[in-house]
């Protein structure tokens, strides 16, 4: 059997810059994947008749330098500059986002728009102390008003629980430096034209971003072509059924299964996981303590239902967040409007309609022609697209697209990460849901990154477990590799002592 030096479980970002990386400095890599056909995880690109789709929306920007160099190493010639358009859809009424002043007053009306300001006087004369629930994170820093107007009714649609059961953490992680102020005073500049002399200073107020020109999926097919290029191998089709640390020979043994049933057996100094917590746990023998705390973590899936059909009007939006109750649609995605290549032609549109979800519930089990039918009328109810016009349609569905942050996930990775530092060396989580942490693409990479400099050195150099700490990174814009590095603390352990 031959032994690798690390064995990466998922290419996705994660996973596959890990590889890259380790490739890159020699190492003897193997990846495998659970799907058949795409790498790119939930970055990929899917495909349908002559149509591309994103699922979700992968902005390419980062303030990473190491990131942004890595993403035009992979893929130099293949970038497009694409401006960022956002809506909320309230009421029957479009509001830009991020808010301009102006329109977002005279849209809600004097009477609205005076009690959004005395509730947010109110909440910033008396803030709930210590917040713990998303709903009172928000509330602090906009009012209970404007919380129920353009958060509680999107955010409980993605997460499917009440606001009062989500952490502050997903709060304080996502907007953090974005205030009713910050929003008042960015919509001002954007409705004067005025331009800001440092950049914006949250993430929700960028205005452009990078884009493959063919989806995000061209990024990680690329990633993978060259990490086989430097001898790494990538297999397909794989899931973990079992992986056993051996601390006589110091080496990990796996066991992976293809869709038809067979077994195959790998050994490996290292392991990368990019799987969810909750599976990586499960599979590890013996069974760790922690399995219990593992099987608490939660995930909230969703699935994107594509319509096609002819472009009668322009629709310049990226996407739209949907802010109304009546229709259960929580986004809607524009993909002409982050690439022209993504559609086969000039005049069709293509717009992806995303539910979240739980696996197994009503809306995951409806048959395909059952969310199409829900899609089509919803889209006519909001009024982006007339459901005459609708030639085509097909539905994409992803598991495990969030891991959520409830009031006790916390503690649950806190327990977990104790026993695998104490009991499971040189094992290393990375990504979104290798991490249970609600990384953007860059986040990803960046742990990838990191945990292949680990690998490489020897010792741990870097504590992954830091990066996303502050929300803003990743989004303000790129800098230099040292300034990068410190607006993370993730500088080496030695030279940090």
Same mark, same amino acid.
């Given at each position: 059997?031959?032994k690798l030096d690390a064995l990466v479980i998922g290419a996705g970002p994660a996973g596959l810059t890990t590889?890259?990386? #380790? ?49 035009? @190493?992979? #893929?130099?010639?293949?970038? +497009? ?6 809506? +909320? ?36 004369? %008396? ?15 906009? &009012? ?73 999926? *061209? *990024?990680? @097919? ?11 191998? +990538? ?79 322009? $629709? ?18 524009? %993909? ?32 395909? @022609?059952? #969310? ?12 982006? *697209? ?33 026993? #695998? ?9 990375? &990504?979104?849901?290798? *991490? ?18 680990? +690998? ?23 800098? &230099? ?6 607006? $993370? ?9």
């Amino acid at each position: 059997m031959k032994k690798l030096d690390a064995l990466v479980i998922g290419a996705g970002p994660a996973g596959l810059t890990t590889a890259y990386s #380790l490739a890159k400095a020699g190492k003897s890599v193997l990846v495998f994947e659970q799907d058949p056909e795409y790498v790119g995880g939930i970055s990929r690109t899917a495909h349908y008749k002559d149509y591309l789709f994103d699922i979700g929306g992968h902005r390419f920007f980062s303030k990473s330098k190491e990131v942004v160099d890595l993403w035009n @190493e992979i #893929l130099p010639d293949d970038f +497009i500059e694409r401006p960022r358009l956002s809506r +909320i859809y309230y009421r029957g009424k479009f509001f830009s986002y991020p808010l301009k002043a102006f329109e977002a007053l005279s849209k809600l009306g004097p009477f609205q728009s005076a009690l959004c300001l005395a509730s947010f006087a109110y909440a910033r004369a %008396f803030p709930v102390k210590d917040p713990k629930t998303f709903h009172q994170w928000v509330r602090n820093q906009f &009012g209970e008003r404007l919380f129920s107007i353009f958060f509680k009714t999107y955010t409980e649609k993605v997460w499917g629980m009440s606001c009062d059961e989500i952490s502050a953490d997903w709060a304080a992680q996502r907007i953090k430096g974005l205030s009713l102020g910050g929003a008042i005073v960015d919509g001002l500049r954007r409705s004067l034209g005025w331009r800001a002399a440092g950049g914006a200073s949250a993430k929700s107020l960028i205005e452009s971003f990078r884009y493959p020109r063919r989806g995000p999926g *061209m *990024m990680w @097919e690329a990633c993978a072509r060259k990490v086989k290029e430097l001898g790494g191998e +990538i297999v397909m089709d794989r899931k973990l059924r079992s992986l056993a640390y051996d601390k006589h020979n110091g080496l990990w043994s796996v066991a992976v299964e293809t869709s038809n049933g067979q077994v195959e057996h790998y050994e490996a100094a290292h392991v990368v996981s990019s799987a969810p917590v909750r599976e990586l746990i499960a599979a590890l023998k013996p069974t760790p303590l922690t399995l219990l705390h593992a099987r608490e973590l939660k995930y909230r899936d969703f699935l994107t239902v594509v319509l096609i059909g002819e472009s009668k009007s322009d $629709l310049p939006d990226n996407w739209v967040y949907i802010h109304d109750p009546k229709v259960k649609v929580g986004r809607v995605q524009n %993909f002409r409007s982050w690439s022209p290549e993504m559609l086969p032609d000039e005049t069709s549109i293509c717009l992806g309609l995303e539910y979240f979800c739980f696996e197994g519930d009503g809306l995951w089990n409806a048959s395909d @022609e059952e #969310l199409i039918a829900r899609a089509t009328r919803e889209i006519g109810e909001i009024g982006l *697209m007339d459901p005459a016009d609708v030639r085509d349609a097909c539905v994409v569905r992803q598991k495990k697209a969030y891991p959520v942050y409830d009031d006790a996930y916390a503690d649950h990775i806190k327990e977990i990460r104790r026993e #695998l530092k104490l009991s499971y060396p040189d094992l290393h989580l990375v &990504g979104r849901n290798g *991490m249970h942490k609600y990384n953007n693409q860059d986040h990803a990479m960046m742990t990838g990154m990191l945990t292949a400099a680990n +690998i490489v050195a020897g010792e741990e150099l870097y504590d992954v477990w830091q990066v996303n700490e502050d929300a803003e990174y990743g989004e303000a814009g790129t800098s &230099g590799a040292q300034e990068a590095l410190k607006s $993370l603390r993730l500088v080496p352990k030695r030279a940090a002592a």
